[in-house]
């Protein structure tokens, strides 16, 4: 079965602490690794598509990187604004379009 | 810069009425989907719709649901009888051609049966 799971649960940072975000996954084939933010009562905002083992996505002060098996959302010095929850979806192949999201991590950054 | 909107933001149903939510996916996209997410749990997938048709459906989308696009800018979910347990925010995503592209979601509908 095709499963996402996402850790920590939940992340409390001071103000410029830099940390990372996991997202590992057990899928038949990957098509694509998606990672998007959402704020409290919000539809996902998406962040970076990942395809392929070794691809790195960078903007601003987050940094996605992909392996066989997981992937990782960087954060370098968070600022209070970065605080959300970070979702990972993944799009495995022989399924259609349709994502399946993780849990998310709930990040909360400390001024 | 385009987004996908959804109206009501906000809808108060007894159960057994029918309710209607309504999305305007971005304008040049040709794939629309539907996603529910009930509190404190993750997004889960109900359908997805191509050209049309439906093209996958969940097991959460069963004979209460419906997805139509009446016209040539919105793409709306009926739940025919609500039941308490479909409390949640609905999401509208639509994504461009290309089947490996992002999508891009809307601000969502909370759904409150009562």
């Known amino acids: 079965e095709d499963q996402v799971t996402q850790s920590p649960e939940a992340l409390r940072l001071q103000e410029g602490e830099s940390s990372s975000l996991n997202c590992s996954y057990t899928?038949?084939?990957?098509?694509?690794l998606f990672w998007y933010r959402q704020d409290p009562g919000k539809g996902p905002e998406f962040l970076f598509t990942?395809?392929?083992a070794g691809e790195e996505k960078e903007k601003e002060r987050l940094k996605a990187t992909l392996t066989k098996k997981e992937s990782f959302l960087h954060i370098t010095a968070p600022k209070p604004e970065d605080s959300a929850t970070y979702l990972c979806?993944?799009?495995?192949?022989?399924?259609?379009?349709?994502?399946?999201f993780g849990t998310g991590t709930s990040l909360t950054v400390i001024p | 810069e385009p987004e996908v909107t959804q109206t009501p933001s906000h809808q108060v149903t007894q159960m057994g009425q029918e309710v209607i939510l309504r999305c305007v996916p971005i304008?040049?996209?040709?794939?629309f989907y539907w996603y529910r997410q009930i509190l404190g749990q993750k997004v889960e997938f109900l359908v997805s719709?191509?050209?049309?048709?439906?093209?996958?459906k969940s097991e959460i989308f069963d004979d209460q649901f419906s997805v139509e696009r009446p016209d040539g800018s919105n793409f709306t979910l009926k739940i025919r009888s609500t039941k308490l347990e479909d409390s949640a925010m609905y999401f509208c995503?639509?994504?461009?051609?290309?089947?490996?592209?992002?999508?891009?979601f809307g601000q969502g509908t909370r759904l409150t049966v009562v």
């Open positions: 899928v038949s084939g990957l098509r694509g």
């Open positions: 719709f191509y050209n049309n048709e439906i093209s996958e």
């Open positions: 995503a639509s994504h461009l051609t290309g089947m490996n592209t992002e999508a891009f």
């Open positions: 990942l395809y392929s």
């Open positions: 304008s040049n996209h040709l794939y």
């Open positions: 979806a993944v799009r495995p192949r022989g399924t259609g379009n349709q994502f399946y």
